[in-house]
């Protein structure tokens, strides 16, 4: 199998044409809160190191359609997960 090397950039550029711009301590954020819902694990999204493995297209719209059609629910079920906790934090906001 050949390995292929993409930056961040490179990557960025594949699934956008507009670059994300969050507020200063957002992405670290969102990193803490798929951490402690843990939605973004195996479990809930599939061992993407291996689905990768079987992916037999080229396109990142090629493995959103051939990644959602294995697993239709793993959007739903993160989002769940995710939007639970993020409610419970805005309402818990400050609150003293």
């Known amino acids: 199998m050949t390995k292929i090397f993409l930056t961040n950039t490179e990557i ?46 080229k396109t990142p719209e090629e493995w959103k359609e051939w990644y959602s059609q294995r697993y239709p629910k793993c959007y739903s079920r993160s989002d769940t997960k995710n939007n639970g906790l993020t409610t419970f934090l805005k309402s818990s906001h400050f609150q003293n």
């Open 12 to 57: 960025q550029g594949m699934i956008s044409d507009e670059r994300m711009h969050f507020p200063k301590y957002v992405p670290s954020i969102l990193n803490l809160l798929n951490q402690w819902t843990q939605a973004t694990r195996p479990k809930n999204v599939g061992q993407l190191s291996e689905l990768i493995k079987q992916f037999p297209g």
